[in-house]
């Protein structure tokens, strides 16, 4: 993990071999669906943001298995930390969702084989309702006049591993078919979006309350 000099990163893993050794990084080794608020927000009372990254496994036990709301209940727990720790500035949650959720604060209209596939997903997926309930407790619940939390769930596409940070295109809404015309977007590029909202504050004015969507550039 390259960590930008002057920034401490704490992270909670479940395994500590999870991260290579960093003078910078504290890991923190427990299951976070378990933690308690009072727990969780003594881990995120120094923090001035808080970035969730979960996902369900791609297992039978993973998709259809307690929990079904990791996500959300993970996320339900972050913000009550952070207010319950009644600090006087406010803290950044950036939540990393996907291309497949639509943000139902601004007209977006996926094209129809998108929204048919959602559609059954949604039924039949955990995961994606836990994905799409994530945010909208992020829209409707945190909103965008919290005194404590400002908020941005950022959506990649279809995830790919790169060694490096390349060239990529951040956009309002997604102009690719999440479905069956998804564009590639690369894990160390999503985190090298992320620490942006963090460290830059032109960056962060730009997305806060809004759900970027990030590509590859082709």
């Not at 001035?48 to 079904?68: D, E, I, Q, W, Y």
């Not at 497949?100 to 601004?106: E, L, M, W, Y």
């Not at 977006?108 to 836990?130: G, K, M, N, Y």
Request: aromatic share 6%.
């Amino acid at each position: 993990m390259i960590i930008p000099q002057g920034v401490e990163v704490r992270a909670i893993v479940r395994t500590l071999d999870s991260f290579s050794d960093n003078p910078s990084l504290n890991k923190i080794k427990a299951s976070v669906h378990d933690l308690t608020s009072s727990e969780m927000a003594m881990h995120t009372k120094d923090c001035t943001a808080v970035v969730s990254c979960l996902g369900h496994n791609l297992t039978f036990k993973g998709m259809f298995g307690k929990p079904r709301l990791l996500v959300t209940d993970t996320l339900q727990c972050i913000c009550n930390a952070i207010i319950s720790n009644e600090r006087e500035d406010v803290v950044k949650v950036i939540l990393m969702n996907t291309t497949g959720n639509s943000n139902r604060d601004i007209p977006e209209t996926p094209p129809f084989s998108q929204r048919f596939v959602i559609a059954i997903l949604r039924t039949l997926l955990p995961p994606h309702v836990d994905n799409e309930n994530a945010s909208d407790y992020l829209r409707t619940q945190i909103g965008k006049n919290n005194k404590a939390i400002e908020w941005a769930a950022v959506r990649p596409d279809a995830l790919v591993d790169e060694n490096e940070v390349t060239k990529y295109n951040v956009h309002t809404s997604p102009i690719r078919n999440a479905i069956f015309d998804s564009g590639a977007t690369s894990r160390i590029n999503v985190g090298n979006f992320i620490a942006q909202l963090i460290l830059n504050e032109t960056t962060w004015q730009k997305w806060k309350g809004k759900m970027p969507v990030i590509y590859n550039n082709a």
